[in-house]
């Protein structure tokens, strides 16, 4: 605590220059992805700002990166009138229709030719954020077109939204722009929700729109909304074309789409079209259309709009991929945490560049929802969608003597332990510690790239050996290589694949803490709270000893987490299961963050090309836990690129600019790399 005495006379210039640093770094991060410093240092620049500010309230301003968080609750969000109305854009599904809204526009130039830009229809919540003297100061959503509601608290904790803009170009303005969410961040949540047996949401957009009504801001900092800007306002400066505008917003501090394209014709804005209806599906985020302005503000002011839609734009929308297939059976899938799923089993049908044979259905209420039977002819559908589904059913075509469908009771497995429904949870477990399909899931996991990463132990050989008898619990893992001969005998095992997994298995014993925690599927403990937890824990015996307040103490720890780990810990086959894991020399503590090494504080490094002895991650790993910063792009800010074989265009960006490039042997020299015998 500080006295009087000791408060610093004028923390001001201090804090002035942390909040400059950082909303630098935030933008680097989030909208350039080129991040300069590593997180541990953006960490302790945003403590040391929260540190100021706690310190000295009246220092307080909304454009402070602190703000980000999120805070108190609000009633009720406050109604704002839009200066210039939210428009909404007309549809168009083919070239005819396109070719219509060219004449239309033609004829409105009267004979002077427009220039078109084609950019991405962004499949999120439409927003308004208006700036005063450089700060935002208003976040909108669209209500009406006329008066949406004030979500400024949401608004700020999006991250790649500047509270302040860059430079002095422009300081008044209104900004409008797409927000929306990563098909990963999505599925992340989804994922978790349904493990929890909360509400899943159908698509991102619902999602967000749900995250942006949330009246708590502290909940939706933690949903990692993004923010794409397409449209500006100011009288700062001279405005003259749509295409310089976004330019402009994104010399101002703003993420814009990578895909714009000034088109001179109906031909050039259609083989846009057709170019993304194919890539839409590699995007990390949905898109449902494409939308295609004039470019010349001019020419917009000219064909002005008609009821709430421009005339000198369109929508052009891409139809959602559907098939009609049959429903073959439904069958249950057993979850590493005991879940148990509906699957759909489908017959094998082509649908928008794969062949979809299983769809999830979720549990007994999205069966139900739909009335599906075994053996109905239904429809799947890939919207730009994350995952096909199933979304119809065609009951002209049911057979009369379909039966609605209902969940059994009992697990799939041989063993057939009962079933369980939690209060409240729409989901059904398996709680049958010795159930061979749960045991094959647990050990996929803890097999897995991003747990213990173990090579040459794939799904195939898992089910094998639980087949053989090799494979009865996680420990049992470390045992196979005592069992060359038995593995041997087995269907398409060779010395050398056997080797290789030995290999793998012993390398895996390297792992760090927060990966065996991870690697363990407790339920609710994925990576990122493995890492929190082993932060604040940093050896087993605390983790097995500790209640559940105590876990409930640890910031981003909820109720649901720590009464999960409590029972995990409690459960005395997982006990014995961790002293086996402990016995072989798998890693059950952390390293004090104070003990870890900082030999590449302030260092970049780029990997490139394929490395050998090392994984990419295990390398960028490396960094991290020695203080560095690994980043995925290469820039003038960068250290070292270390080029592995075939190595492409990053070398030769690093070539250009300048920056060092060695080799994969020079790094792990660098950082002192001792294999794992
Ligand atoms: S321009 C007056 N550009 O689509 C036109 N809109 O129905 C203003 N959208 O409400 C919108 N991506 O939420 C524009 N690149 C883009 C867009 C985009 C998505 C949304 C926006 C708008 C809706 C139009």
Known sequence: MQSLFDQPTNASPRIDELRRQILRHDHLYYVEAQPEISDRDYDKLLEELQDLERQNPDLVTPDSPTQRVGGAPVGQFAAVSHSVPMLSLANTYSREEVEDFDRRVREALEGAAPTYVCELKYDGVAMSLTYSNGVLALGATRGDGQTGDDVTANVRTIR???????????????????????????????????????????????????TLKQK?????????????????????????????????????????????????????????????????????????????????????DELGFIARSPRWAIAYKYEARKAETVLEDITLQVGRTGVVTPVAELRPTALAGSTISRATLHNQDYIDELDLRIGDAVVIEKGGDVIPKVSGVVVAKRRA???PWHMPHVCPCPRASALHRPEGEANWYCNDSLCPWQLRRRLEHFASRDAMDIDGLGEKAIAQFIDAGL??????IYRLPQRREQ??????????????????????????FHRVIYALGIRFVGEGVAKVLCKAMPSIDQLMKAHHEDLRKIPDIGDAIAASVV????????????QALRDTGLCFVGEAPSELSQNLAGITFVFTGELTTVTRKQAEEIVEANGGKASGSVSKKTSYVVAGAEAGSKLKKAQELGVPVITEAAFLEMVNYQPTS
Request: glycine share 6%.
């Open 160 to 210: 790649s939204i500047p509270l302040r803009l860059h430079g002095s170009l422009i300081a008044n303005c209104t900004v409008r722009g797409e927000v929306y969410m990563l098909n990963e961040t999505f599925m992340k949540i989804n994922e978790t929700a349904e493990a929890q047996g909360d509400k899943t949401f159908a698509n991102p957009r619902n999602l967000t729109a749900g």
């Open 216 to 300: 708590d801001s502290r909940h939706v900092a933690k949903r990692q909304l993004e923010f794409i800007a397409y449209w500006l306002d100011t009288r700062d400066t001279d405005l003259v074309r749509h295409s310089t505008n976004v330019e402009l917003l994104h010399t101002i501090g703003f993420p814009t789409s990578p895909a714009v394209r000034r088109c001179g014709s109906v031909d050039e804005v259609m083989k846009f079209i057709a170019e993304w209806d194919e890539k839409r599906f590699d995007l990390p985020f949905q898109i449902d259309g494409i939308v295609i302005k004039v470019d010349s503000l001019r020419h917009q």
């Open 401 to 403: 003597d379909a039966a």
């Open 471 to 476: 494979l009865t619990c996680i420990s049992d």
């Open 487 to 512: 593995v041997l005998e087995l269907d398409r095992w060779a010395p050398k694949s056997f080797d290789k997994m030995v290999r793998g298995i012993e390398a895996s014993k390297g792992q760090p």
């Open 567 to 578: 029972a995990y810990m409690g459960e005395p086959d997982n006990a014995l299961e961790v």
